[in-house]
């Protein structure tokens, strides 16, 4: 028979090892980003949270206080986040040209981890060269943690120089001044900035002479080319006119033929009806200079295409509208001189000077526009389209009223 006092012991026991009994993990430790599941912490059947854990963001590094029952009795445990796992991402390979470096974001893509991660070279690949460099990629997270990656840099080398157009020979009279870039456009096949230099050290704007003007065009790629043209520098006529007063004429007449309502499509046709309608046609003219011919045209109201395309050319300029000279390439039948006009839509063909048939009106034309009137007349308008700016190709003849004389709505 079991005495008292042993009896007393055995529930003593058992009460302390109830009372010490904790089917609960103390501390679990869970890498940032995973899902908390009760299996975690306690192993018993029937256990459950006490401890609301969809509102803990497992995103984020941190210590959190966990209750969890199990049978009538509640226990806590504390739930550690931590993040010591590197990010992830996939890579992908990258064509760049040579002398362009792209950045270390474009070589990976749909990248991993519970945090931000920065993306960065762990050595600068040298793209100067064409070739196929073999690149790392170290992409780390806020809490230190990296990993690297490798991948291709494919580099292009670009080899085709830029295009000038719009430099050719040209003339001026001592002491008039040059812009060397007017009508100058340079293009590349890869490059949309090129850089262009002009040399015109050669150039004596005060001493008559044949002289070179070098321009030069240059890539990204470190391509070039250059065109050399001829300014040639005249002596002063006896009846020579300097340009400033052939611009004040030319302000003159468009103050009183264009007003500030009106639009730069209507200012550019107002100056081609008036230089259409108020010179007169002869056979002759003074082309010494465009300024020259402009002053004919302007003072004594007649002159023959030369004089029609300087005048126009002074219009224009005194309205600030871009221009080009174009000059016929085939002067085997005659020669002929008219305008190419930038309003901001790409270059148009304007040709002032009258001529008698139908489709004889060229206000803001297009090469093709152009081309079926000059076929059918003995090449009037041929021209080396290479040596100008790519001209635009949609027709405005829509808006043009040439009976009315006005621009449509």
Known sequence: MI????????????????????????????????????????????????????????????????????????????????????????????????????????????????????????????VTSKGDIEVVVVLTDERGNSTEVKSVMHVLTDSEPPVITGAKDSSIIVGESVSYRLGITVTDNEDENPTLTIDNSKVNLDEPGEYEVVYTATDAAGNSSSVTVTLTVKEKPSNYV??????????????????????????????????????????????????????????????????????????????????????????????????????GDGWYHVDATPRKGTGDLFFMVTDAELEEYSISHNNSHIFDTNAYPERAIVSVQSKVDYSAGKIKN
């Open 3 to 126: 005495s008292a006092a042993v009896l007393l012991i055995l529930l003593i026991a058992l009460l302390l090892g109830f009372l010490l009994w904790n089917p609960v993990e103390d501390e679990v430790v869970m890498e940032a980003g995973n899902e908390i599941t009760l299996d975690m912490f306690v192993e018993e059947e029937g256990a459950e949270f006490v401890t609301d854990v969809s509102s803990i963001d497992t995103q984020k590094v941190g210590a959190h206080n966990i209750i969890i029952k199990v049978g009538n009795r509640e226990f806590d445990s504390m739930l550690i986040i931590r993040d010591t796992a590197a990010p992830k991402a996939d890579v992908v390979e990258v064509t760049t040209k040579a002398g362009e470096l792209p950045k270390a974001e474009e070589f990976v893509t749909n990248i991993t981890d519970c945090s931000d991660v920065t993306v960065s070279y762990k050595e600068v690949p040298d």
């Open 242 to 343: 300097d340009e400033e007063t052939v611009m004040q004429i030319a302000r003159e007449i468009l103050s009183v033929i264009t007003n500030e309502s009106m639009s730069q499509m209507e200012v550019a046709f107002a100056i081609y009806r008036w230089t259409n309608l108020n010179i007169g046609y002869v056979n002759d003219s003074d082309k010494s200079s465009w300024v020259q011919g402009a002053y004919q045209a302007f003072t004594e109201r007649s002159g023959d295409c030369y004089n029609y395309f300087a005048a126009a050319k002074a219009l224009f300029t005194a309205a600030g509208i871009e221009n080009i000279d174009v000059v016929k390439s085939d002067t085997s039948h005659s020669s002929h001189y008219w305008s190419l006009i930038n309003l």
